[in-house]
């Protein structure tokens, strides 16, 4: 049999105690296991934390975001996790109906922008709560529904490229809004006649020619776009 901690207790049976608590102050959870009803052994469980997840908690700390958990396990195993990652704030024992309201409170209680990465049925109504949703490809058809954009890997790391896309994308837009608006300010008067008393007419053939530049030079400045 493998059983928890609150049964080997109960049953009375001895067990090293000095060990259990070492693991449990790692956030370790500990279950026993018994043969014939007598201890065999212990085994602790632990979550592997993946270096890709310590690697995109480091870069959203560098572009200034709050790095935040939400979990349902309990306070000495998420701040185990927590402080491996280096994660700035950790709620633990979270019901799944709570999280949405974890997730409000930051937005309000802090006055903050948040997205929120989940990938269960429980975490559906926080990912709809945040102003970002971010679903992994391999989670619950519930969460990727509900979410507003959907990882194809489950790699932490992607977090950070949407962030760093998202933002290149808007810097492209300004860019090519500065440049078009710019340029009509300039070409339309042109084209218009501004510039008859000087001689310069503008025929109906360059004045197409002229505007089809503007669209390729907003074009290729669009195929430009890089988020490294």
């Known amino acids: 049999m493998v059983v928890s901690p609150g049964f080997v207790i109960e049953q009375h049976i001895t067990f090293d105690e000095l060990q259990f608590n070492e693991w449990s102050k790692e956030g370790k959870t500990v279950v026993f296991t018994l043969i014939n009803g007598e201890l065999a052994g212990m085994i602790a469980l632990a979550d592997i934390v993946r270096e890709t997840a310590k690697e995109a908690v480091r870069e959203l700390k560098h572009m200034n975001i709050k790095s935040i958990m939400l979990t349902g396990d309990n306070k000495k195993v998420a701040q185990y996790v927590g402080d491996q990652l280096g994660l700035d704030e950790i709620f633990a024992e979270v019901l799944p109906h709570e999280k949405s309201d974890k997730i409000e409170q930051v937005q309000k209680g802090e006055g903050l922008r948040t997205a929120m990465t989940g990938d269960g049925v429980n975490d559906a109504p926080a990912l709809a709560k945040a102003d970002l949703g971010i679903a992994i490809g391999t989670g619950t058809d519930v969460a990727i529904e509900t979410a507003d954009v959907v990882l194809v890997k489950s790699n932490p790391k992607d977090v950070i490229s949407i962030m760093k896309l998202s933002k290149a994308t808007y810097r492209k ?55 490294d």
């Open 173 to 227: 837009m300004i860019q090519n809004l500065w440049w078009a608006t710019g340029y009509n300010i300039a070409a339309i008067p042109i084209a218009a006649g501004a510039l008859y008393s000087y001689g310069i007419v503008l025929s109906p053939a360059v004045g197409a020619v002229l505007m089809s530049m503007s669209t390729i030079i907003v074009a290729i400045n669009a195929k430009l776009l890089n988020i």
